[in-house]
């Protein structure tokens, strides 16, 4: 499985990203996928993540009501759509393939990462 993140850039605290994140291989749609974030110095933390079937969707608190993830198994893609940003969302963003179909905020749980995009939101 790879996974290509794009959609990064520079915005405006109060603007808006979408972020894509284009999978490989013909099993996408049984993947759980998910968005991770990592800041200079930080850890990876969890953002969003989707079900296999785009069902159930979960999001970390810091980010609940501005970011939407979404998933279209027919172009074999996520979405996270961000809004109303904040210079401390500032971050490179990850997208990442759980094999199980999961939604989950448990890094260890996903199998295969992309590459990053960089966010970053000036103030």
């Known amino acids: 499985v790879q996974l290509q993140a794009s959609g990064g850039g520079l915005v405006q605290t109060g603007g808006s990203l979408r972020l894509s994140c284009a999978a490989s291989?013909?099993?996408?749609?049984?993947?759980?996928m998910g968005w991770f974030r990592q800041a200079p110095g930080k850890r990876r933390d969890f953002v969003a993540a989707?079900?296999?079937?785009?069902?159930?969707?979960y999001y970390a608190d810091s980010v609940k009501d501005r970011f939407t993830i979404s998933r279209d198994n027919a172009k074999n893609t996520v979405y996270l759509e961000m809004n109303s940003l904040k210079p401390e969302d500032t971050a490179v963003y990850y997208c990442?393939?759980?094999?199980?179909?999961?939604?989950?905020?448990?890094?260890?749980?996903?199998?295969?990462w992309g590459q990053g995009t960089q966010v970053t939101v000036s103030s």
């Open positions: 990442a393939a759980d094999l199980e179909g999961l939604r989950t905020s448990w890094l260890n749980a996903y199998d295969y």
């Open positions: 291989g013909r099993s996408f749609s049984s993947y759980g």
């Open positions: 989707i079900s296999y079937n785009g069902y159930s969707t």
